[in-house]
């Protein structure tokens, strides 16, 4: 049996949600459809815990939420994790670091190993590979906004609770 674990994910607007997912359908259009979770929005996600924290993140989620406004941020250039994963990442602004520190406090130690993205494919390499000069050729740089926290479990996905930003 997989390990389950949960997962908060900061959830772009529509407005972003229909920027990514023209991407995606060109990608689709080409040929690629990858192995990435369907079914779930564009998202950062902020960190993964443990599922006995379930009730504690619900918390967690509700009095941060109340605390945070939306965060305005530029996607703006292509990524890769290796050559299995291809996205799309921000340059990064000091509220959304705050908000992921607001989940995750003591993750680094005296380093931050979180990387904001929004992934577009995930494939074996020699698919990234083809899929890289597509994605390149199309993209354009975005301003893009998040608005709420959203709570799964995975695997399989199980949608837990969304919250909205003030």
Request: glycine share 6%; charged share 20%.
């Amino acid at each position: 049996m997989q390990d389950k674990a949960l997962s908060l994910i900061a959830v772009f607007d529509d407005e972003t949600q229909n920027l990514l997912a023209g991407y995606y359908d060109i990608l689709v259009t080409n040929g690629f459809t990858g192995n990435q979770t369907k079914n779930i929005p564009y998202h950062f996600t902020l960190g993964s815990r443990d599922i006995v924290c379930e009730n504690q993140l619900i918390d967690e989620i509700d009095k941060i939420c109340a605390e945070t406004d939306c965060i305005e941020i530029k996607l703006d250039y292509i990524g890769l994790f290796g050559l299995k994963v291809l996205f799309i990442a921000p340059n990064m602004n000091f509220e959304l670091l705050k908000l992921q520190n607001s989940f995750f406090a003591g993750c680094g130690a005296g380093y931050h190993p979180w990387t904001a993205h929004a992934t577009l494919l995930l494939d074996e390499p020699e698919v990234i590979l083809k899929a890289l000069p597509i994605v390149a050729e199309n993209f354009k740089p975005f301003k893009a906004r998040t608005e709420s926290i959203e709570l799964y479990e995975f695997f399989p996905a199980r949608f837990i609770k969304k919250c909205n930003f003030k």
